[in-house]
């Protein structure tokens, strides 16, 4: 990963600029041209280091969530993350050391959009997906700074 790149993904996880042209003027507070930052962008997603650039909102203002997992065997891991990681209304899904061993986030604008993604996911997958509802809401900062040697 390059010097730009690594500027993007620390810079630029908070206080993203919310103008017409984003992408030019976070290119120009790096000191290069809106291509270039594009072009950067596409490289990090191109090698894994980025899924997504977006907005996070609080959870049941804009549309419906869910946590959920999957008890999925050891040797399906990868192609179920995969799987479920394909489908855009799914934010993220990381591995945990459980039973429930992948966990995502859904969102879909409303309940029966997001129950028909869960729903393809259990048809996809050919596993029961465990939705768990928000009962208490925690504000986590999902910024982190990254250490690079």
């Not at 993203?16 to 984003?22: G, I």
């Not at 393809?120 to 009962?135: F, K, N, Q, R, Y």
Request: proline letters at 4%; aromatic letters at 8%.
């Amino acid at each position: 990963m390059d010097d730009l790149g690594r500027r993007l993904l620390d810079e630029f996880q908070r206080g993203f600029p919310l103008t017409l042209r984003p992408y030019a003027d976070v290119a120009a507070r790096l000191g290069v041209d809106e291509d270039t930052v594009l072009d950067a962008l596409r490289a990090l997603k191109d090698m894994g280091a980025l899924t997504r650039v977006g907005a996070v909102f609080r959870p049941g203002s804009v549309g419906v969530s869910t946590l959920a997992a999957l008890a999925v065997p050891e040797e399906h891991l990868e192609q179920v993350a995969a799987l479920v990681s394909a489908h855009p209304e799914v934010n993220h899904n990381y591995q945990r050391d459980h039973r429930f061993n992948v966990w995502f986030v859904a969102t879909a604008t409303d309940r029966e959009s997001l129950k028909a993604v869960i729903e393809d996911i259990e048809a996809e997958t050919g596993l029961d997906v465990l939705c768990l509802p928000m009962l208490e809401s925690f504000c986590l900062d999902l910024g982190f700074g990254l250490q690079w040697s």
